[in-house]
């Protein structure tokens, strides 16, 4: 089974970092591609960043700038290092993989649990 573990959330004054982990581990063929999305009270989760197998990246236009996200592929891990924080970033960010656990098996969706943001005024 693959599963996902994302980590570093925390509390933070603005203006403040975070560095945020996503290690993927089980049985794992190929990741396409993986993100992080945040979900504030009430709202439905929207993507922050993505990075893709080549390296590609992307980013909501509100963190651009600011959050920065990378990927160890030897070691299935994501990272998202977020600094100059604002109010506005606090949610529940969770990790997101597309990936493969066969060769044959199809491209299938896992997530992580989720890690808190909270940054204060």
């Known amino acids: 089974q693959v599963q996902l573990v994302d980590s570093g959330g925390g509390l933070v004054q603005a203006g403040g970092s975070l560095r945020l982990s996503c290690a993927a581990a089980g049985r794992i063929f190929s990741i396409n591609t993986m993100g992080w999305y945040g979900e504030a009270p009430g709202k439905q989760g929207e993507l922050v960043a993505g990075i893709n197998s080549g390296g590609s990246t992307t980013y909501a236009d509100s963190v651009k700038g600011r959050f920065t996200i990378s990927r160890d592929k030897a070691k299935n891990t994501m990272y998202l290092q977020m600094v100059s924080l604002k109010p506005e970033d606090t949610a529940v960010y969770y990790c997101?993989?597309?990936?493969?656990?066969?060769?044959?098996?199809?491209?299938?969706?896992?997530w992580g649990q989720g890690t808190q943001v909270t940054v204060s005024s």
């Open positions: 997101h993989a597309a990936l493969k656990s066969t060769l044959t098996a199809p491209w299938n969706d896992y």
